[in-house]
Structures are given as C-alpha cells and as structure tokens.
C-alpha cells in the first residue's frame, strides 16, 4: 500500500501527500492532479499515520465531486476504511443541523417552494411586481447577502428593483414564513450552522472533537459565510489543508471571492504552502496562452506552470463576417474532428444561456447530435419571444384575449385592460368605444395598421418589423433598464428570434420548426452518456476536460461581458475565459465575429492578451 499512494508523485505533490498537521495551502492549476493529491494524502493519513478515518472530513463544492473523491479513495484504500466523511458544504452543514434540531431533507426548501413562498408574500406588496424577472432577483440578492454574513439593511436600494425599506420588509416577512413551515435554503444552512456554533459553544467543541482534520477541495470557491463556520470548526488544531486555484474563482455571483485564499496565508501564518506547477493535460501552446491571459490579473498568486504534454500547434483563432458563417463553421470543424474522436470529446463553451440556445439549434438543423449538460430554458419560452408570437398569432388571424393582452402596452399605448371583456379582441370593436381618449384612438387604428401588415410579410420580415418598424426593442430596452436586466442579453435573444426563422416564409413552418427544436433540446440533456457534442456555459465546464473545445462569439461585450466595468469584475470575466481556455486537451478554436445587426464589433481584448 505504502508504494501504491506515493507512485507517480511530483516533487510537489509528494509533500503535500506528506503533510500531517497544521494548515496548508495547495495552489493547483488546471489538469495539476488535485483530486489525486487529495484522496492520496487522506490514504497517508489513514494507512501510514494511523489517523481514525472517522476524523478525517473531506468538503466539494458539488455531490458528484464528493461521489467522485470517494469512489477513488475507496479503490485506493478498500472499503474498510469507509468511515472518512466526504460531503459538500450543504450536506456537511445539514448533518450538523440534523443532530441540533432534527431537521431532515423534507425541510430543504426546493427552487420551485421558493418561488411559491415569495409569490405569496409579494402578494401584500400591490406596487412590487410578482414577474419571474423580480422574483429570481429578489432570490439572488437574499443568497448574496446570507453568503456575505450581511443583514437586509445592507441591500443597495439603488442598484435593485425596489426601493430599501420595501426590499427588508419582503425580506423578513419571507422569512417568518420559512420559520414557521420549519423550512430552510441552502444558504440559511450555513447562517443557522453558524448561530448554532456561536450560540453553544459546547456544541461547536464536540464537533471539533470529532472532525480533527479538514480537507476542503475547489477552495477559491468558498464564501465569506462558509470560511468563518470552517475557520470555528478547524480551531483549535487548525489541522486545515485547502486545495485550489485563485486563477479559476468564477463565481462571484454566489459570494465567491479570490481573495479569501489570497488572505489564507494571512489568517494562518504558519500555514504552508505548495504549488503544483505541472498541467498533465493539456499541451504547451494551451498552457501558455491561458497562463499569459490570467497573468494579465493583479489579485492572485504568481505561479509558473508547466506543461508535461508535447504539443504541436493547438490553438486556432478565427473571424467571421456575421453568425451564421461562425456557426457554419463550427458545424463543418465538428464533422471533420468526427473522423477522428467521438462527439462526446468535443466541446462548445460559452459565456452566456442564450449562446448556447443558438449553437444548440444550429447543431440541430445541421444534424449533429449534442448533450446540454445544465438545465436551459427554451429562448422561444422567454418573454421576448412570446411578446413577438403572441403579435404574429394575432396578425395571422389568432385573437384570443391572451394573446392581445401580452403585447397591447409594449410599446406604451394606454389600452386599458378593463376594456377587453371578451374572449376574443376586435380593435375596430374598441375604436367604437366613444370614451376613448383621441391620442390613444390613434394608437390603436396605427397599431390595426401594423397587424394587418405584419400577417402580409414572410416571417423574417415581420419579426424585424415587430422589433425595428413597431418599437418592441426600444420598449424591451426601456424595460430591462428600468427593472435592472441585462441589455446585450436582451439583445441576443432577439437576434437570435429573428434569425431563428430566415429559412421560413410560412409562419405556420416557423412554428412546426420550434416544436421539433424544442423537444429535441429537451431529450438533449436527458443521456449523457450518448456521442453527442457536449455544450455547456463556460461556469458549467469547470472541472471538466476534452480533446477539442470550441470557444464561439468571443466578442467584446459578451466576454468580457459589457456589465463588467470596474477591475475586480474584468479580472473575473480574465478567469472565466481562463477556465474555458484550460478544459481543452489537444486543440482550442476560439471564433469571433466581426459584424452584428448593430454594426461593426470587436475580437475579445483576451485574444490580444493571450498572446494569440
């Protein structure tokens, strides 16, 4: 056994293998083996120091990297040394709150219960819209400031779609009503796991007492809230070995901040430190490329890292006049790379849902088989699209109420909502109406105008009628300002709206179209064990690793993303792209474009910066 855990150790990796007591810290690159770093040293802890496995907890970030670090330890070391505790930060803190108070997994509030709680209480705030756009942005600024250890009086009225007062009385109220189900998220798990350590101190110690040592994996991940409950429950022996790369800290969406490890060194003095300068993955132009981008950062720990892979030329850099050629392209490069690999060793990353959402059907028209492997809405279910429907469907002879409903104010046209009694809606039926206000009369006859235009056009035309010649993209560009919502996102979705029917006159075609491109993008992520192309945003890739990778639209204004605008958030659109850069093996295509329906754009500055 002992020859088993130290064969095919580097230098580097031997000492940390080696480490007993006391902090340290493990700076590991992309493809530098720290998942084998891991499971080797708990295997030296266990079967050379003697340690009780039962001591030993091991913390991931995500259930698979828990399962995965488990399975390797156990073939490792055999299952009679199964008692090493191996869990993500949820399920450690749950565990925690399971012996306190009895909670179990019945009182883990699922996303669609957070929805519905939320809904109920906006119910008592009549000026509060209770849309999906202000309920996902109420959700994601409570997880903000319960990961930042922050109370609702913290919450940058300004910034968000409520005004401060109004936003800490939903807040409360929201969660009075999850105390009183007896019902907890995620993030409350680690502020109840944080009050209770707190609050009985003879609590936190038996705890300590029983994990004397603390192994955590993907650390430039942590929270501010996360690390202080580590930090209590490492105390006294501090016997804290952290493994991770600050370069690949990409979610600061969730709280996640670099320099958390950075400050590591700071909090614990006496920790030490190993770098595990050998990339085992990928080739040496990939290597350098994505170490010359990264280094462009100031926040983060200057490493050098080598490639043990030979490598020939691995990284192509290509422009493209308009989309569709860059998509044609990616459609041609991944039928030749068939000839040589499966799908499945291929990748599509990219910096946001909605590319994904047109690669995904550009692959579909072409016949290609792909797997999406993060759970993606239809774009065709989203507001913009079914605003541009609900106006063809009407023009084209379809006048349900319903229909009328969603587009009537968009732009603003004073048509009152009291006014549409019937199932149907008539505008010459509404013109009769002898109380209507002259500027309002005439919105309406230009609004029939525009209908019955609308119903003569090929379905191309008419979309861009919609968005261009009726308003609808200055009005949705008026809205998203107002309610906080990211404008370039808007603007791809209805890119991608009307380009997604050029090869359609008939709109009865364009719709049979969607159909089938709706439910072959839900059988997509159903076997990921299929050949298929695999497509993912460049958060989702992390972690993961293929011979070819494919980086489209790698624009400026989508990465880095326009809302980027001061150096923390540049640095971490740099590691984003640096992740994605990394994922590839043997070969990186990176492809811009250098035309849009808005006029000329430019290559990505990180091209530049990469040196290529």
């Known amino acids: 056994m002992k020859s088993d855990i130290f064969s095919g150790l580097s230098p580097e990796q031997d000492k940390a293998v080696r480490h ?3 902090p340290m810290m493990v700076l590991a690159g992309p493809g530098s083996g720290k998942t084998f770093v891991i499971t080797r040293r708990i295997a030296y802890m266990v079967m050379e ?45 749950l ?16 996303e669609a219960s957070k929805w519905r709680y939320l809904k109920e209480v906006l119910g008592g705030y009549p000026s509060v819209e209770d849309d999906d756009v202000t309920i996902e942005e109420l959700l994601n600024t409570f997880s903000r400031l319960k990961n930042d250890g922050l109370p609702p009086e913290s919450y940058d009225g300004s910034r968000g779609v409520i005004d401060k007062d109004c936003f800490c009385s939903i807040y409360n109220e929201y969660h009075s009503v999850l105390k009183a189900e007896h019902k907890l998220d995620f993030d409350d798990m680690v502020l109840d796991t944080y009050k209770l350590f707190n609050d009985r101190a003879e609590i936190l110690m038996a705890w300590q007492k029983r994990y004397r040592y603390i192994l955590i994996d993907e650390f430039q991940d942590i929270n501010p809230m996360q690390y202080k409950v580590v930090r209590m429950l490492a105390e006294p022996l501090n016997n804290l070995f952290i493994v991770g790369d600050d370069d690949q ?17 700071e909090d614990y003095p006496n920790a030490r430190k190993v770098v595990l300068k050998e990339n085992f993955r990928s080739t040496p132009p990939i290597v350098g490329a994505a170490l010359k981008l990264v280094g462009k950062n100031k926040e983060r720990f200057f490493k050098k890292l080598k490639a043990k892979r030979d490598g020939q030329k691995a990284i192509f850099v290509n422009g493209f006049d308009e989309r569709t050629q860059e998509a ?15 799908y499945k060793d291929i990748a599509l990353l990219f910096r946001t849902h909605s590319g994904q959402e047109y690669y995904s059907r550009a692959l579909f028209a072409a016949g290609i088989p792909f797997y999406v492997k993060e759970k993606t809405v239809s774009i065709f279910s989203k507001a913009a699209a079914q605003d541009m429907m609900a106006m063809l469907s009407y023009a084209h002879g379809d006048k349900r109420r319903k229909h009328f409903l969603r587009f009537m104010n968009k732009p603003l046209r004073y048509i009152r909502r009291a006014a549409l ?91 049979e179209s969607i159909a089938a491109y709706e439910k072959n993008l839900e059988e997509s992520g159903r076997d990921k064990d299929r050949d298929a192309v695999q497509l993912m945003t460049m958060h989702g890739s992390k972690g993961l690793e293929y011979s070819t990778v494919i980086l489209p639209d790698v624009n400026e204004g989508l990465i880095p993303q326009k809302k980027a605008k001061d150096d923390k958030d540049i640095e971490e659109e740099r590691r984003i792209f640096y992740v994605a850069m990394t994922r590839a093996r043997d070969k990186l295509f990176i492809f811009y474009q250098k035309k849009s329906a808005g006029g000329n754009i430019k290559p990505s500055r990180f091209i530049r910066e990469a040196g290529l």
């Not at 299952?79 to 869990?87: C, K, L």
């Not at 800290?249 to 060194?265: H, K, N, T, W």
């Not at 105008?449 to 968005?467: H, N, V, W």
Request: contains cysteine; proline residues 4%; charged residues 25%.
């Open 328 to 342: 044609e392209a990616v459609c041609s490069l991944i039928t030749q790379a068939k000839a040589h690999m499966p």
């Open 20 to 22: 007993k007591d006391g």
């Open 49 to 93: 120091q003697g340690i009780d496995p039962g001591h030993i907890l091991v913390i991931t970030f995500t259930k698979a990297a828990a399962l995965e670090m488990e399975q390797r330890f156990l073939s490792l070391c055999g299952e009679n040394v199964s008692d090493v505790n191996f869990g993500t930060f949820h399920a450690v803190f």
């Open 249 to 265: 800290s990409i979610y600061g969406f969730r709280s996640a901040d670099p320099r958390i490890m950075l400050g590591f060194p």
């Open 421 to 511: 009694i019937k199932e149907t809606v008539e505008l010459d039926e509404l013109l009769n109406d002898g109380g209507l206000r002259p500027a309002v009369a005439a919105g309406i006859r230009k609004l029939k105008y525009q209908l019955q235009s609308l119903g003569e056009m090929p379905t191309y035309a008419a979309l861009m009628y919609i968005r261009k010649g009726m308003g609808y993209e200055a009005w949705a560009r008026a809205d998203a300002a107002e309610k906080g919502n990211d404008i370039p996102e808007l603007e791809e979705e209805l890119d991608f709206i009307c380009d997604s029917a050029k090869e359609y006159d008939s709109y009865s075609e364009w719709l």
């Open 95 to 110: 565990g925690i709150l399971k012996e306190s108070f009895h909670y179990n997994r019945s009182n883990i509030l699922d």
